[in-house]
């Protein structure tokens, strides 16, 4: 299985701050990597696909990047609404699509 | 616009089936080139891809339940379900049903809101 290790698990930050949450793959996954956001008590909802491409209605303020093996989820202004869990999904080999461990966004 | 709605028992004993079910709205459960997946998350812990099933039924499994898994559809109520068999307290989890795209970069959208199965005596 392709482990994906998130960092860090958890993070305060303050409405305004620019935030960076990275996700690392045991082997190189090209691009085939997803991002998906969980507010408390909801279903995670997807953010990004294919590493970079934010989908339609979300913020510009999400932006994704990289390739390989590192990927970053960058949100440039926080917002009171984006303080929840953030996960990465692999889906570069399907059996088993994973998941890291997900990163909790607090509000300091 | 694809909706999921789970449903199913909150509380299963050791040793005996769970069985979840996914009503579809939007879309028809056989109609190409859907798929349908099922993914648990512990309280508190990460997301694990439990399986997914294809409009024509063709199943896949995650090799780590593979053994007591069995995803299945119903066409006559247009939902597909979940049984995972011989459950341990390790099995309770937010279960969530979603649908998994079929073209590249393959993701999960939408999902289900979620359902709770606590497995305890």
């Known amino acids: 299985d392709i482990q994906m290790t998130q960092s860090p698990s958890s993070l305060s930050a303050s409405v305004g701050d620019r935030v960076t949450i990275t996700c690392r793959a045991s082997?190189?996954?090209?691009?085939?990597l997803n991002w998906y956001q969980q507010r408390p008590g909801k279903a995670p909802e997807l953010l990004i696909s294919?590493?970079?491409n934010l989908q339609s209605g979300v913020p510009s303020r999400f932006s994704g990047g990289g390739s390989g093996t590192d990927f970053t989820l960058t949100i440039s202004s926080l917002q009171p609404e984006d303080f929840a869990t953030y996960f990465c999904?692999?889906?570069?080999?399907?059996?088993?699509?994973?998941f890291g461990q997900g990163t909790n966004l607090e509000i300091k | 616009q694809l909706q999921l709605q789970e449903s199913g028992p909150g509380l299963v004993k050791p040793s005996e089936t769970l069985s979840l079910s996914c009503a579809v709205s939007g879309a028809s459960v056989t109609s190409s080139p859907y798929y349908w997946g099922w993914i648990r998350q512990p309280p508190g812990k990460g997301l694990e891809w439990i399986g997914s099933i294809s409009y024509r039924g063709d199943t896949y499994y995650n090799p780590s339940l593979k053994s007591r898994v069995t995803i299945s559809v119903d066409t006559s109520k247009n939902q597909f379900s979940l049984r995972l068999s011989s459950v341990t307290t390790a099995d309770t989890a937010f279960y969530y049903c979603?649908?998994?795209?079929?073209?590249?970069?393959?993701?999960?959208?939408?999902w289900g809101q979620g359902t709770l199965v606590t497995v305890s005596s």
């Open positions: 082997q190189s996954i090209v691009n085939y």
């Open positions: 294919g590493a970079s």
């Open positions: 979603a649908r998994p795209t079929v073209t590249p970069p393959y993701t999960f959208d939408p």
């Open positions: 999904q692999q889906s570069y080999t399907t059996l088993p699509y994973t």
